[in-house]
């Protein structure tokens, strides 16, 4: 059973990267059929699609946060990170990994780890 883990620091200051990894484990990232996605939800908000990786390695982004996101894997560490760059306290949330057979699942779809939260403060 694929299970993933999100892993990074839980504060970070304002103007800075948000970096966070997802390992995974029990599937390979590089598997045909399935996307790993990044999805954030803000305290008191829904769930916002971020962007994914698909098993050949294309990566999709939200419009709205393209210009700030970068998500990249190491296929021999089995895991894929997420780059949020110029960060503002807007952005703190706490931050999924997913798995899935599609680019945006719903919080009832594919697999997900556990979250971590996110704050962004100076």
């Known amino acids: 059973q694929v299970q993933l883990q999100e892993s990074g620091p839980g504060l970070v200051k304002p103007s800075q990267t948000l970096s966070l990894a997802c390992t995974v484990s029990?599937?390979?990232?590089?598997?045909?059929?399935?996307?790993w996605a990044w999805i954030r939800q803000p305290p008191g908000k829904g769930l916002e699609w971020m962007g994914a990786?698909?098993?050949?390695?294309?990566?999709y982004y939200s419009p709205s946060l393209k210009s700030r996101t970068v998500i990249s894997r190491d296929t021999s560490k089995n895991q894929f990170t997420l780059h949020l760059t110029s960060v503002t306290p807007e952005d703190t949330a706490v931050y999924y990994c997913?798995?899935?057979?599609?680019?945006?699942?719903?919080?009832?779809?594919?697999?997900w780890g556990q979250g971590t939260l996110v704050t962004v403060s100076s």
């Open positions: 997913a798995r899935a057979e599609w680019l945006r699942p719903a919080r009832s779809e594919g697999s």
């Open positions: 029990g599937a390979s990232i590089t598997s045909n059929g399935y996307y």
């Open positions: 990786i698909s098993g050949s390695g294309s990566a």
